[in-house]
């Protein structure tokens, strides 16, 4: 599970870098990369799945970074006469819905595909150390009939 995370770090600043590629992510760009290099030396194969994870980790920031999206109205903004000096009205922004559904989506879908590919993953036979350094399985041949 260890090293998922840092396959989800991995994929989170990845991930962070494209979208923010004109203003932070040329900062986080190579961090990305030494997270990337780092896992792939290190980390077992099937953890790899957290990489994605880590693309929809980003996804829900997104989303929660424009939760207070207020939808301009058709007909543009108008200030009641009535209103205060100094008063502001602002809208726009993005829509942050795509962006959860899709984040909560790919997270969901990465973590799932991660608990059953380490379900049905078999570590393989353990190996023992023989004398001289050779290595041989540790499951003894069948008996001949």
Do not use: E, Q
């Not at 760009?29 to 790899?48: G, M």
């Amino acid at each position: 599970m260890r090293w998922f995370a840092v396959w989800a770090l991995a994929g989170a600043l990845c991930t962070l870098s494209y979208l923010g590629a004109m203003t932070i992510g040329v900062l986080v760009f190579p961090f990305a990369l030494v997270a990337v290099f780092w896992a792939a030396r290190r980390a077992p194969t099937i953890d790899a799945i957290g990489f994605v994870a880590g693309v929809g980790t980003t996804l829900l920031l997104v989303a929660f970074v424009n939760r207070d999206h207020t939808p301009c109205p058709p007909g543009g903004l108008n200030i009641p006469a009535d209103a205060p000096r100094g008063t502001s009205v602002s809208c726009g922004g993005m829509d942050p819905m795509p962006w959860f559904v899709a984040g909560l989506a790919v997270v969901t879908s990465s973590v799932l595909a991660y608990a059953v590919a380490r379900r049905f993953s078999s570590p393989g036979p353990p190996r023992l150390r023989a004398a001289g350094g050779a290595t041989r399985s540790a499951r003894r041949p069948p008996r001949p009939s």
